[in-house]
């Protein structure tokens, strides 16, 4: 890893209306601020260069990859298999439920005007937030349903609490109302060496007037350890390449805001150091093609064994995998099926 990494826990005074984007604001590109900033999801409105092959269109069936699903193969091709070819069900956790809903309200947050962004505010996004969640993905009231399908309200509340401490973590280390995002959950995507679709939701990415990128993405657990650290950054690096690839432009920053530890780690990559990436997912790519082709994904036991929710499936545990699907064929199968699911359920 070539570029420079920081990591700074929350700034004094983080509500005061002159404190600072981030605990290291002088190094990372200011936001644009104008009144024509968007807020709608998924809507860019300062100008950036466009590279020269935005516009390429993958080839038809072709491989395609998500920070996920590279990340799932590097930890257990046999785990890549289940979620991506068997598309084996899960069951989302309370935690990756909590994280989805404090997405859902960091994402409705910049929709108040500046000055209403407020902690209180983002408080009372909570409770509807949730219930249009829940609308959404029925599975996901079911994590909290008690006896005979009532609502189990002393969990619930607890799991409602658990996303506003969270929030609390989250204007330790920025104050929105100084912000505009360019972006919010937004899906990018990129064809690189004429061969391969990468792509991926980015939660946040701030423009400065001067056409400066930096990437955001909000993490709900606790800062990880340094194996943990290298797989977030492993997905910041995959947005910073798809950026580089359609815009022409080296994100400046890429940020990792860790809301339950209230803590900024801030990397900063160069072109070089993600022309090498981009040939480590080509690298990946070729080796997911060659193990469809084969049908052979073998387990890779690890500590993270103990939180997969398929060892019933898992040699390792004495299960046997299902049957090799057959609508899956030898090229672009799986991953573009359901883009990023287990993504946005983080």
Do not use: N
């Amino acid at each position: 890893m070539t570029g420079s990494l920081a990591t700074t826990g929350s700034p004094a005074s983080p509500a005061a209306p002159d404190a600072p984007a981030a605990p290291d604001a002088p190094a990372a590109p200011e936001t644009a601020t104008a009144p024509e900033a968007a807020t709608a999801r998924g809507t860019a409105t300062a100008a950036v260069p466009d590279a020269p092959d935005a516009d390429r269109q993958p080839p038809a069936g072709g491989p395609s990859l998500s920070p996920s699903r590279a990340a799932d193969f590097k930890t257990c091709p046999l785990l890549f298999r289940f979620r991506t070819i068997d598309r084996l069900p899960e069951q989302p956790s309370p935690d990756q439920a909590r994280g989805t809903l404090v997405h859902a309200v960091l994402e409705r947050l910049f929709d108040l005007p500046a000055a209403e962004r407020t902690l209180e505010a983002a408080a009372d996004l909570v409770a509807p937030q949730w219930a249009g969640l829940t609308e959404q993905e029925p599975a996901l009231a079911a994590l909290f349903a008690g006896p005979g399908a009532a609502p189990a309200g002393d969990a619930l509340s607890v799991f409602l609490r658990g996303a506003r401490e969270l929030l609390e973590g989250y204007f330790a280390v920025e104050d929105p109302r100084r912000l505009e995002p360019a972006e919010r959950e937004s899906l990018v995507s990129a064809l690189v060496a004429d061969e391969l679709l990468i792509r991926g939701y980015i939660d946040r990415l701030d423009v400065s007037p001067a056409g400066e990128l930096r990437v955001v993405d909000y993490k709900t657990g606790g800062a990880p350890r340094e194996a943990f650290e290298g797989r977030a950054l492993f997905q910041l690096k995959f947005y910073a390449l798809v950026l580089l690839r359609t815009r022409g432009v080296v994100p400046r920053v890429l940020r990792l805001l860790y809301l339950k530890d209230a803590e900024v780690c801030d990397y900063r990559p160069d072109a070089e150091e993600l022309e090498r990436f981009e040939r480590t997912l080509l690298a990946l790519s070729g080796a997911i093609e060659r193990a469809k082709r084969d049908r052979d994904f073998r387990p890779k036991p690890s500590k993270l064994c103990g939180w997969c929710s398929h060892q019933a499936f898992c040699p390792e545990f004495g299960g046997t995998p299902p049957p090799w699907p057959e609508r899956e064929t030898a090229s672009g199968a799986g991953d573009d099926a359901a883009p990023e699911v287990v993504d946005r359920l983080g």
